[in-house]
């Protein structure tokens, strides 16, 4: 079973612009979580779609969104870009039935903002 | 916040068991006790889970005190592309999906 892809894998932006990633979940999830990571921070949670739906949000600002597609695929977009936003950029895909179930991740896109 | 305590870094030779402490003293019933690795610049890699009963697959063991307060992740013969950033995560069980929140991990180092 093919893993988590994120599309693309190294991106260069200028501060101002904005930017939209991609990400492809594995066959049959139905849940897909985003996360950045700077040295600084570490690993935080941005939000997370399940059916279209955004389901759970961190505490970013609202220059941070994304949406879900009806195939599951996912798409976040960063507006009016900042050099902190320079990161790598994480997707997770998982299984969304009750109970407990663990988030595979996506090889990551890494944003650099000048 | 993360809600685990972790040792910055270990050393461990290859072959050896490398075993990683994690402290989750506030740990609530309905939590599981989760790890992930990351290898440098890869996406966190699943490893292990598990509620109170010590659990086993073909990466790792997980070994869950009575308690509940701490657990031991086990590589049982470490080789170097053991090498990575080892997070400890206590996340809630529900009918939901409920967002990982990672420290900073122990920072395994597998030496020849």
């Known amino acids: 079973k093919a893993g988590v892809t994120q599309t693309p894998r190294y991106l260069i932006k200028t501060r101002g612009q904005q930017v939209t990633l991609s990400c492809s979940p594995i066959?049959?999830?139905?849940?897909v979580s985003w996360y950045q990571q700077t040295p600084g921070q570490g690993l935080q949670f941005l939000f997370e779609?399940?059916?279209?739906?955004?389901?759970n949000k961190g505490n970013f600002p609202g220059r941070f969104s994304g949406r879900q597609f009806s195939n599951s695929r996912s798409e976040m977009n960063v507006s009016t870009l900042e050099l902190g936003d320079s990161a790598l950029y994480l997707c997770?895909?998982?299984?969304?039935?009750?109970?407990?179930?663990?988030?595979?991740f996506g090889p990551g896109t890494r944003l650099t903002v000048t | 916040d993360a809600k685990t305590t972790q040792p910055p870094s270990m050393d461990c030779a290859e072959g050896r068991a490398a075993n990683l402490p994690c402290n989750h003293s506030?740990?609530?019933?309905?939590?599981?006790v989760y790890w992930y690795r990351q290898i440098h610049s890869q996406g966190p890699q699943y490893i292990i889970h598990g509620l109170k009963n010590n659990e086993t697959n073909e990466m790792a063991s997980l070994i869950i005190t009575e308690d509940r307060k701490s657990s031991t992740l086990i590589l049982p013969h470490a080789t170097l592309r053991d090498t990575a950033v080892y997070y400890c995560?206590?996340?809630?069980?529900?009918?939901?999906?409920?967002?990982?929140?990672f420290g900073k991990g122990t920072r395994l180092s597998v030496i020849a």
């Open positions: 995560i206590v996340r809630v069980a529900n009918s939901g999906n409920t967002p990982l929140v």
């Open positions: 779609y399940f059916s279209e739906t955004q389901r």
């Open positions: 506030t740990i609530s019933g309905n939590e599981y």
């Open positions: 997770a895909s998982s299984l969304d039935t009750s109970g407990v179930y663990e988030q595979y």
């Open positions: 066959s049959g999830h139905r849940s």
